[in-house]
């Protein structure tokens, strides 16, 4: 071969490592990483993002953690609580919640500082109050579900309702008793709240009422997601994962590809979907929940809340975890 030959091969093959360089480089990108960001020991409950800069971790021990550069930086923020804080939720860019075990904190300064506005006592209720959820559909009107407790036993479902922008909270009775856990609207008029025992509510009418629908599974439910008002994924204990395409009148079980507990599920459109859960486990489906594979996550602590916008997603979990993964 001659010495031109040799190069032209040579400068093709040099090409061809860099290509596969880039391609190994782009391809470790767009999978999970992070590590640490919390405090150690303290797990992180709930993620939340209002643009790809600005968002907000939280968890045990009233830890909070805010971003300002998506994620490159986290700075703790000063939260008057030791409660573990279970969700955090913005309605606007102003205007956010935090919960606590038995207590809400506010901002009206876009996450800059936190203030309490509610506390719940058990002598309102008769029980212990446990928060867990909490969303708005308009300025004034928003829910939060959670269970209420006398020692270690669930002794009654619990839904709060606000119709003045959380100034104030009354309690809302549902056909049930169990610890409810997660809920999610589309639009101001539908509504679903899951929880223990495989437990579906229902709202047609802005929340005024809430119905039982049938989920077919007595597994705890821990996260429910809808995309448009018809298309809506559950995920639970045992890698329960609940599918319905009419709006919750039915519910069918996906065949899991893990036994692992599912805690969060979140679709960034009617095709992709990602849900986590215990030990590390991150499931991905590009076919609208119809099977789900399971992804590289590289760790083994526990991932208890997700979030995704069009182009990065969120799961927090265990010891302060914070993972971040780029499309």
């Not at 061809?16 to 767009?30: F, H, I, P, S, T």
């Not at 909270?169 to 056909?175: A, G, I, K, L, S």
């Not at 979907?273 to 030990?279: F, L, N, Q, S, T």
């Amino acid at each position: 071969m001659s010495l031109k030959s040799l190069s032209r091969w040579a400068a093709l093959a040099s090409c061809a490592a860099v290509l596969l360089a880039a391609g190994a480089a782009r391809a470790q990108e767009q999978g999970w990483r992070g590590g640490r960001q919390g405090v150690a020991g303290k797990d992180l409950n709930a993620v939340y993002f209002l643009d790809s800069k600005r968002g907000w971790v939280a968890g045990d021990g009233g830890v909070v953690l805010r971003t300002r550069d998506g994620g490159r930086a986290w700075t703790r923020q000063t939260v008057e609580t030791k409660e573990s804080i279970n969700d955090v939720y913005f309605r606007n860019e102003e205007d956010g919640y935090l919960l606590a075990a038995t207590e809400i904190f506010t901002t009206e300064d876009g996450g800059e500082t936190w203030q309490s506005s509610t506390r719940f006592h058990a002598q309102t209720f008769g029980a212990e109050p446990e928060l867990y959820s909490v969303r708005f559909t308009s300025k004034k009107r928003g829910w939060i579900v959670g269970s209420l407790s006398k020692g270690d036993n669930v002794t009654d479902s619990l839904v709060l309702a606000t119709t003045d922008g959380g100034v104030s909270w009354q309690r809302q009775r549902v056909p049930v008793r169990d610890e409810l856990i997660h809920l999610d609207f589309d639009g101001d008029r539908r509504g679903w709240i899951v929880g223990s025992g495989g437990r579906v509510l229902h709202t047609r009418d802005g929340g005024d009422s809430w119905e039982v629908q049938d989920s077919g599974t007595t597994a705890a439910l821990y996260h429910v997601d809808f995309e448009g008002d018809e298309h809506g994924w559950a995920v639970g204990a045992r890698g329960t994962v609940l599918r319905t395409d009419d709006g919750g009148r039915t519910w069918r079980t996906v065949p899991p590809r893990v036994t692992t507990t599912l805690l969060s599920v979140k679709f960034v459109n009617k095709e992709e979907g990602w849900a986590v859960g215990r030990g590390g486990v991150i499931l991905r489906t590009e076919d609208g929940g119809a099977s789900w594979v399971q992804q590289e996550s590289r760790t083994r602590q526990n991932l208890y809340a997700l979030f995704f916008d069009k182009k990065v997603g969120w799961a927090v979990g265990g010891d302060g975890l914070v993972l971040r993964y780029e499309r």
